[in-house]
């Protein structure tokens, strides 16, 4: 059975870690449950955001050519509602939320969704 995952990267995406690796060093994500930036994957350096109690790991994403797991967070509350659903970091052209990484880069990170696939259902939501 190939590996399971609720969370993966496009290669666009893990072009710009790489890029955000190098020039930042350890990277974190932690997705945005809305407010001044929307609901985007927001990009920092590694234990920049707080994590604690109220958020969820959902998955230590290993990248080719970065070193160190990029981890993908979520609050609980946020995760109750996205719990049956896969997650792609995707990067599109455009303004990014003020605080992540790439905004300087001309471009932001984005989250494409499905539901989970039964397989995939069963073992993350048992």
Not at 12 to 17: K, R, T, V
Not at 86 to 113: C, M, N, Q, W, Y
């Amino acid at each position: 059975m190939a590996s399971l995952s609720r969370v993966e990267v496009t290669e666009a995406a893990a072009e710009l870690l790489r890029k955000l690796y190098a020039a930042n060093g350890p990277l974190m994500f932690h997705q945005s449950g809305g407010c001044c930036d929307g609901s985007s994957p927001m990009c920092y350096v590694d234990g920049e955001f707080r994590t604690g109690g109220s958020d969820v790991l959902l998955q230590s994403l290993r990248i080719d050519g970065v070193p160190e797991p990029v981890t993908f967070w979520m609050s609980v509350a946020q995760f109750e509602t996205w719990r049956h659903t896969h997650l792609t970091v995707d990067v599109v052209k455009g303004r990014g939320g003020g605080f992540s990484l790439e905004a300087p880069e001309g471009v932001r990170f984005l989250i494409r969704s499905r539901l989970l696939t039964p397989e995939e259902n069963a073992v993350f939501n048992p």
